[in-house]
């Protein structure tokens, strides 16, 4: 099984990733704390992320979170896409914010 | 008289195949029926009308809607009068317009989920059936979950703004619909802002419950499972089937259910959910649980978040 690399561009951080699996599963093996590993459907949105280079299939994922538009610029969700050459990209949203998280009343 | 029980739960699913997949080889439902729109109804094998779970294709996951079963047809009026009469308005759906269903009423909860209340559905019985009946099915797939035991809405809270949803629901649910206060969560400097609620209209400790977050949605819906070992073999089967898991076995403080958070193909979070808890019932004094010992009433043996509980819905 030959692995694409892929190059996170905040961190410099790379890791191997197959065709057949995808940006998210393959990331959460990198074994850092603050990659927000959701629900890995496509539904909750948490895995935002933007790919600057490289090639990708993507599946359904929610357009609560990625509009068509975004998804034709390489902004999808990490979960449901699957790179098909080497990949850099940047983390976005909740993937950013989880990791700074501050909580005034217990749950908010 | 009055609400029964949840009765079904309508969910929007990204992809139908996959959906179905995970409710009827994982969770272990049967599909009853599907409708020109193409909603699929699906049942489990404890349960005696025709569907608790509805999937919808959708562009987006998440709940369409959340319904409950009333005992006398007579009751949709009462209610009515009094949704009406507390400010809330209803619409008065025709039998049928739910799939099965006799007449129902629909009104928007104050955080913004839809409910209906129904109070007739198709019959189809039990896997089991009534006479001498087996206390399980032999072909039932999967966990082989009980019933669709109940649902966690988000709802939206921020104190700054003076907004409490959690709040206005659990006023609402008590005042209108007669639902009972199990436990809570206070928090805040004065331990005074309600941030989750657990009510109950059966016996067990929770049908519905509301937890506070940045927007309203679903949090989970949990299906039942006899106990502690049906837990475990229950997690053993997602392992199997690769299945998303949140949190691993084990116990809640909060309804003191043994629980495993997971989710379907589509991102919207399950839960399986075993044990009665406890007794719950209308003369019973409401629990309550400080903002200090939070995560001690949600996931009791670490008494610190798990997963993603707060930051992942759909
Ligand atoms: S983890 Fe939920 S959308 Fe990717
Ligand atoms: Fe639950």
Redesign the pocket.
């Known amino acids: 099984m030959t692995k694409n690399v892929v190059t996170i561009l905040d961190t410099g951080e790379t890791y191997g990733c197959a065709r057949e699996e995808n940006l998210l599963d393959a990331m959460v093996r990198l074994g850092r704390k603050g990659i927000p590993s959701g629900c890995h459907g496509g539904g909750c949105g948490v895995c935002k992320i933007h790919i600057v280079d490289g090639t990708w299939r993507g599946k359904t994922m929610s357009r609560e979170h990625v509009s068509s538009d975004e998804e034709a610029r390489g902004i999808v969700l990490a979960c449901r896409a699957y790179p098909s050459s080497d990949v850099t990209l940047k983390v976005l949203g909740k993937m950013k914010k989880a990791v700074c998280r501050e909580r005034k009343y217990g749950l908010v | 008289m009055g609400v029964m029980r949840i009765g079904h739960i309508n969910l929007r699913v990204l992809d139908m195949d996959a959906a179905l997949d995970h409710y009827e080889n994982t969770m272990g439902l049967s599909r009853t029926d599907t409708d020109a729109d193409g909603n699929v109804y699906l049942k489990c094998w404890d349960e005696w009308d025709k569907y608790s779970v509805i999937l919808t294709e959708a562009d987006t996951a998440g709940m369409n809607s959340i319904a409950f079963k009333v005992e006398k047809d007579a009751d949709l009026d009462a209610f009515k009068k009094r949704i009406t009469d507390y400010g809330v308005a209803v619409t008065d759906m025709p039998p049928g317009e739910m799939n099965a269903c006799g007449r129902a009423i629909r009104f928007t909860l104050p955080s913004g989920h839809d409910m209906r209340l129904y109070a007739e559905k198709e019959f189809l019985g039990k896997a089991v059936g009534t006479l001498n009946p087996e206390p399980w099915p032999d072909e039932t797939k999967g966990v082989k979950a009980h019933w669709l035991d109940?649902a966690?809405l988000m709802c939206e809270l921020n104190p700054e703004k003076g907004v409490n949803k959690v709040a206005e629901n659990t006023k609402f649910m008590s005042e209108v619909l007669d639902f009972h206060l199990g436990e809570q969560v206070l928090v805040g400097p004065d331990g005074d802002i309600q941030a989750a609620t657990w009510m109950f209209r059966t016996s067990t400790p929770h049908d519905i419950?509301f937890v506070g977050g940045p927007k309203m949605g679903l949090h989970?819906c949990?299906f039942f499972l006899d106990e502690w070992s049906d837990v475990l073999k229950a997690a053993d089967i997602m392992a199997k089937r690769k299945v998303k898991i949140d949190v691993t076995p084990q116990r809640h403080g909060i309804t003191r259910?043994s629980?495993i958070y997971f989710f379907d193909p589509s991102g919207n979070r399950n839960?399986t959910?075993a044990g009665l808890g406890y007794l719950a019932q209308p003369d019973m004094p409401p629990i309550t649980w400080t903002e200090e010992n939070l995560w001690r009433g949600i996931f009791y043996h670490t008494g610190e978040e798990a997963g993603e509980f707060t930051s992942v819905y759909t």
């Open positions: 109940h966690l419950a989970h949990a259910g629980t839960e959910f």
